[in-house]
RNA sequence: GCCCCUGUAGCUCAGCGGAUAGAGCAGUUGCCUUCUAAGCAAUUGGUCGUAGGUUCGAUUCCUACCGGGGGCGCCA
């Protein structure tokens, strides 16, 4: 916010004024966790006092006493304390004047940033191959892909969302036999796809005897049905890229010959190679099998290809589940054979994700049809607590899921504790119509009569949301905000238990100031549970 | 064997270079004549896997080891 770059720049300032010119890098200027150490505190003395040759504390004391600190705004004191930190206490009035920067900003333009200056990104997630439902084990981090394009965009990137659809290759092929199977009344082959999708598939099937046609058929009404799973979690992508596509354009030949022609592939047993260990790959890969056909990397090759330089994306972000771990350094490297910086290429893995109910341990196998479909979560616990849980941990960890714990809809949920908060909004602004209370325009609000700790920290909690989001997207860590929103609820229940709004023990002057306060806190809710694809509901 | 992720409260997980490590659930206990108690408050519970190292400062960074998950196809 506001208040800490004004800070920054006020050490910076006085480390000139004491002859110390030297890198903002090092100037640190944080949060501290304890309000005994003040609304902000600085470590740069710590950082610096080696490198000029002082003592910490020394050098801590004589940045404070500078000119340059003591004119920062709302100043109201500074402390040293520790091996040499600077900490600074503000008069309330830095809040209030937050706040009013929040209501001015409102929900469009509130923790909306410029940070990506239009640089064009694209997010793949999903991908899940149209060979049966959506299940739980590869639709588990859609939410992770979906809200970090939502939070992307908001620090000012220029997002595309895409599903990249598996549809060829064997494993459509082998789709095929299974419905034809079925249609005949026969098991599917050993090794096809037993789920009982395939026999409904095959009632509506009325194509001919052909694996390939039949394959196409189900793969079309299965993605279809993906589709809509993802739509239930209010997912959308902006583009569905077949991958049939870009091998019947001849694209894939094309980029093969690409790679041939530099002399980045070499021919061994009847089949072509890339020379993938040159640019940083742990193995060669091969690209063209002694049969002819084109290998699945062959074609994702093609795929990012085009990516970067037929549809011209700065930066591409994939995210896979960990069990694809294997394919990131050959795709990086190919990548680099093609003359792409492979740094502008990000490949996110999300660990495996295990679902418990109760003591049943549930696995997901497409082929044996043991699966959990997503649409049965989501019926289960409903779409917001997919969402919420899903973003509750980092993708970096296998978590595990709980069936049970989630479907248990009381006040344990903490989906509910947070939706509540927003109700709890929407209900005063309803009492407030009811009660024909008229808001007075905003600069004539006494928002210094916010003063009460509750309010205060609310005020603190809310205008943290910008710097949340920046933090999301620079590290591609949605579920920040997801951990933002806990906080917040936590706070506003407790501002809503002690600071009534619309109380008759409460003054005309301080209602509008609470009133203030509350629509500014419905401006930084909403914008995050939009942020989290999580509905703001109206009353619970 | 090599590569990636991970080990924090009984459980599920935050925190990831800052000063006395947090939340939810589970346990114990208070608070509804008020804008919704799907709430608030208090309280119990931790060798931050182990051992070294870097640093003024390490749960956070580095190394090794131990435990857990995933990967190392002319499958996708």
């Given at each position: 916010m506001k208040?800490?770059?004004?800070?920054a720049?006020?050490?910076a300032?006085?480390?000139?004024?004491?002859?110390?010119?030297?890198?903002?890098d090092?100037?640190?200027?944080?949060?501290?966790?304890?309000?005994?150490?003040?609304?902000?505190?600085?470590s740069?003395?710590l950082?610096?006092s080696?490198?000029?040759?002082?003592?910490?504390r020394?050098?801590?004391?004589?940045?404070?006493?500078?000119?340059a600190?003591s004119?920062?705004?709302?100043?109201?004191?500074v402390?040293?304390?520790?091996p040499g930190?600077?900490?600074?206490?503000?008069?309330?009035?830095?809040?209030h004047?937050?706040?009013l920067?929040?209501?001015?900003?409102?929900e469009?333009k509130?923790?909306?940033s410029?940070?990506?200056?239009d640089?064009?990104?694209?997010?793949e997630?999903?991908?899940?191959n149209?060979?049966g439902?959506l299940h739980?084990?590869?639709?588990?981090y859609?939410?992770?892909g979906?809200?970090?394009?939502?939070?992307?965009s908001?620090?000012g990137y220029?997002?595309s969302?895409?599903?990249y659809?598996n549809?060829t290759?064997?494993?459509?092929?082998?789709?095929g036999?299974?419905?034809?199977?079925?249609?005949s009344?026969?098991?599917p082959?050993?090794?096809?796809?037993?789920g009982?999708?395939v026999?409904e598939l095959?009632?509506?099937y009325?194509?001919?005897?052909?694996?390939?046609i039949a394959g196409?058929?189900?793969a079309?009404?299965?993605?279809?049905?993906?589709?809509?799973?993802?739509?239930?979690?209010?997912?959308?992508?902006?583009?569905w890229?077949?991958?049939?596509?870009?091998?019947?354009?001849g694209?894939?030949?094309?980029t093969?010959?690409i790679?041939?022609?530099?002399?980045?592939?070499?021919?061994?047993?009847g089949a072509?190679?890339?020379?993938?260990?040159?640019?940083?790959?742990?193995?060669?890969?091969?690209?063209k099998?002694s049969n002819?056909?084109?290998t699945?990397?062959?074609?994702?090759?093609?795929y990012h290809r085009n990516k970067?330089?037929v549809r011209?994306?700065?930066?591409?972000?994939?995210i896979f589940?960990?069990?694809h771990?294997?394919?990131?350094?050959?795709l990086?490297?190919?990548v680099?054979?093609?003359g792409?910086?492979p740094d502008?290429?990000?490949?996110?893995?999300g660990?495996?994700v295990s679902?418990v109910?109760g003591?049943?341990?549930?696995?997901?196998?497409?082929?044996?049809?043991?699966?959990?479909a997503m649409d049965?979560?989501?019926?289960?616990?409903?779409a917001?607590v997919?969402?919420l849980?899903?973003?509750?941990?980092?993708?970096?960890r296998?978590?595990s899921?709980?069936?049970?714990e989630?479907?248990?809809?009381s006040?344990?949920?903490?989906?509910?504790?947070?939706?509540?908060a927003?109700?709890?909004?929407?209900?005063?602004e309803?009492v407030?119509?009811e009660?024909?209370i008229v808001l007075?325009?905003v600069?004539?609000?006494?928002?210094?009569l916010?003063q009460?700790?509750?309010e205060?920290e609310?005020?603190?909690?809310?205008?943290?949301?910008?710097e949340?989001?920046?933090?999301?997207?620079k590290?591609r860590?949605?579920?920040?905000?997801?951990?933002w929103l806990r906080?917040?609820a936590?706070?506003?229940?407790?501002f809503y238990h002690?600071?009534?709004?619309?109380?008759?023990?409460?003054?005309?002057?301080?209602?509008?100031a609470?009133?203030l306060?509350?629509?500014?806190?419905?401006i930084?809710?909403?914008?995050?549970?939009?942020?989290?694809?999580?509905?703001?509901?109206?009353?619970?």
């Amino acid at each position: 916010m506001k208040s800490e770059r004004q800070i920054a720049e006020a050490i910076a300032a006085a480390l000139r004024e004491l002859g110390l010119e030297l890198s903002d890098d090092v100037i640190k200027v944080e949060k501290p966790a304890r309000p005994e150490h003040g609304d902000f505190a600085s470590s740069v003395a710590l950082g610096l006092s080696k490198r000029v040759g002082r003592n910490p504390r020394d050098l801590a004391s004589q940045i404070a006493s500078t000119a340059a600190i003591s004119e920062i705004p709302h100043l109201a004191s500074v402390e040293l304390a520790g091996p040499g930190f600077i900490n600074f206490r503000l008069e309330n009035g830095y809040l209030h004047e937050a706040l009013l920067e929040v209501i001015e900003d409102g929900e469009d333009k509130f923790a909306r940033s410029t940070l990506g200056a239009d640089e064009k990104i694209q997010l793949e997630f999903v991908s899940a191959n149209p060979t049966g439902p959506l299940h739980v084990g590869n639709a588990w981090y859609a939410s992770f892909g979906d809200s970090l394009g939502r939070v992307l965009s908001r620090c000012g990137y220029d997002v595309s969302t895409e599903y990249y659809v598996n549809d060829t290759g064997g494993q459509i092929r082998t789709l095929g036999e299974s419905l034809l199977a079925r249609r005949s009344g026969d098991a599917p082959p050993e090794g096809g796809y037993r789920g009982e999708y395939v026999v409904e598939l095959a009632k509506r099937y009325d194509g001919p005897e052909d694996i390939t046609i039949a394959g196409r058929f189900a793969a079309k009404e299965n993605l279809e049905n993906i589709r809509q799973s993802l739509e239930k979690l209010d997912i959308h992508f902006d583009e569905w890229y077949s991958q049939a596509s870009i091998e019947e354009s001849g694209a894939v030949a094309e980029t093969i010959a690409i790679l041939e022609g530099q002399g980045s592939t070499y021919e061994k047993d009847g089949a072509l190679w890339l020379d993938a260990t040159r640019f940083g790959d742990t193995r060669d890969r091969v690209l063209k099998k002694s049969n002819g056909d084109f290998t699945y990397l062959a074609g994702d090759i093609a795929y990012h290809r085009n990516k970067f330089l037929v549809r011209g994306f700065q930066r591409v972000i994939d995210i896979f589940g960990a069990d694809h771990h294997g394919q990131v350094a050959s795709l990086k490297a190919a990548v680099a054979a093609l003359g792409i910086d492979p740094d502008r290429l990000e490949i996110l893995l999300g660990q495996m994700v295990s679902l418990v109910e109760g003591d049943r341990k549930v696995k997901f196998s497409k082929r044996a049809g043991d699966v959990v479909a997503m649409d049965w979560l989501v019926d289960q616990v409903g779409a917001p607590v997919v969402r919420l849980l899903s973003l509750s941990s980092s993708i970096d960890r296998a978590s595990s899921i709980d069936v049970e714990e989630a479907r248990k809809t009381s006040m344990d949920n903490p989906v509910y504790y947070i939706q509540y908060a927003h109700a709890r909004i929407a209900s005063i602004e309803r009492v407030r119509q009811e009660r024909g209370i008229v808001l007075v325009d905003v600069d004539q609000v006494p928002v210094d009569l916010l003063q009460h700790p509750r309010e205060l920290e609310l005020i603190r909690t809310l205008v943290r949301l910008p710097e949340v989001v920046e933090a999301a997207a620079k590290e591609r860590a949605p579920q920040k905000v997801v951990t933002w929103l806990r906080e917040f609820a936590s706070d506003f229940h407790g501002f809503y238990h002690d600071c009534p709004v619309l109380a008759e023990s409460t003054p005309p002057d301080l209602v509008q100031a609470r009133l203030l306060l509350v629509s500014g806190a419905q401006i930084g809710v909403r914008v995050a549970l939009g942020l989290i694809g999580v509905a703001a509901p109206e009353q619970m």
